[in-house]
């Protein structure tokens, strides 16, 4: 067969660096208002409740208006370059609107789902619910360019690679915004720092555009045409009635459940468990993507060459259960110990998706796989849409412990975090049960889940 530029090292490493450095700007924006629930509530006038709906809106029209599923037939029908652009743009429309709601003065009410929510709780929840909708099919498409550009080669190492500089993201997340608020003095100037860095990824996106054309002229097909027929909606409910598939999407919405709504919450446990600054705090967090960047890759590279998926992602399941129950402990109260559950948490955090994602390759055909993700992600967007909302509800109701005043002469609420850890890791021990399921049904139906990814 005539030699292609997928072929070579350079152009598929290369083709990852582009790709993840739009999905690092995109993570960062996912994550930015993370350490800023404190700040939020001192200087705009959130209460938990309002934090927890603008967290939970991320999810919003992608659950309720299937707009992820649309998404991932997007990729499949349309191919990672034209549904994978317009996921960027989506992304950048979301971000405009959650800016004009920050940076307008909106006085007033809406009532929203039985709630009252602010004006500009509203709207910044609409414009980051748009948000959602792109950054979740740009995952999507992103995924399905490296099973295209680097399947035979180093896939799990280059999804590792990949999700590593997209923790990057969201490490720069928890410590940029913070800093930027509080140097401008609102909330707005961290939108426009995400609506910069998305732009440019997005720039970054079309240059990788013109190097998947040249694969698919060299190759004489398209991509759905290279898998050997074209999508089919019978593939849907292909999809569907596959077991591994739920025992998968199962796992990935307990799973990050555990994590990705933690994260929404975890400066301000900081804040009120260990009697940090908000500027401190939030680099607490930030030790968890940090541990991924560094591990996850490594954790890849081991499923490539050694295998062993199933068990790496019941480790890491089993992991981030214990770091929740230690957050639950009341005799975990210094600082050090919030840095070393964070840094255990991060390492759990790496070894679960290294394998889980390279797993869905071998369960999932190849004209089915953007159909599959985006189903994954639809259910897992359940849990990030319903998870922050029932935290922020909790705490509202269930866990205010009193008031502080702070230098500004503005009044905040201070929280107990007990009941929420313990919410987290009931998630967390939920997925340990569904990642011993899956090993179980691997050897059942034999998808070399155990196996390298690499046959020599």
Known sequence: MAKTIRDSAAFRWLVLVMVSLTMFSVYLVTDEFSPLKTFLEIHNGWDSAAYGWFSSSYSMFNVFLFMLI???????????????????????????????????????????????????VFWASIGFALFGIGSETAGVAATKVIAKWFTGYEMALAMGAQVALARLGQAGAMVLPPFVAETFGSASSVV?????????????????????????????????EESGEEFRWEDFVSVLKNPAFWMIALL??????????????????????????????????????????????????????????ADLMILGAGI????????????????????????????GFALLPSALWPSVAKIIPAKQFGTAMSLTFYIQNIGLWGVPLLIGTVLARFCITGQVTEAEGLVRNTYDYTVPSLIFAMFGAV????????????KKKNYHLQEPNIQN
């Open 70 to 120: 649309l998404g991932g037939v997007a990729v499949d029908k349309f191919g990672i370059r034209i549904a994978g652009l317009g996921s960027c743009l989506v992304c950048l429309a979301g971000i405009v609107v959650q800016y004009v709601a920050m940076r307008s003065s909106m006085e007033g009410t809406v009532r929203f789902f039985g709630n009252e929510l602010s004006r500009e």
């Open 192 to 224: 426009m720092m995400g609506l910069i860095l998305v732009a440019m990824g997005t720039v970054l996106y079309l240059v990788f555009m013109v190097l998947d054309g040249k694969l698919d002229r060299q190759i004489g097909e398209s991509a759905q």
């Open 252 to 309: 990935c919405v307990l799973f990050y459940s555990a994590v990705f709504p933690f994260q929404k919450y975890a400066t301000d446990l900081m804040v009120n468990k260990f009697g940090v600054s908000q500027t401190v705090a939030g680099t607490i967090p930030a030790v968890l993507p940090f541990g991924c960047i560094f591990l996850t890759p490594l954790f890849g590279s081991i499923y490539d060459t050694k295998g062993h998926g």
């Open 320 to 347: 981030i259960t214990v770091v929740h129950v230690l957050f639950a402990m009341p005799f975990v109260d210094k600082v050090w110990m919030a840095y070393a559950l964070m840094a255990l948490l991060g390492i």
């Open 431 to 442: 997925s340990v049960l569904i990642a011993i399921g899956v090993k179980v049904l691997d």
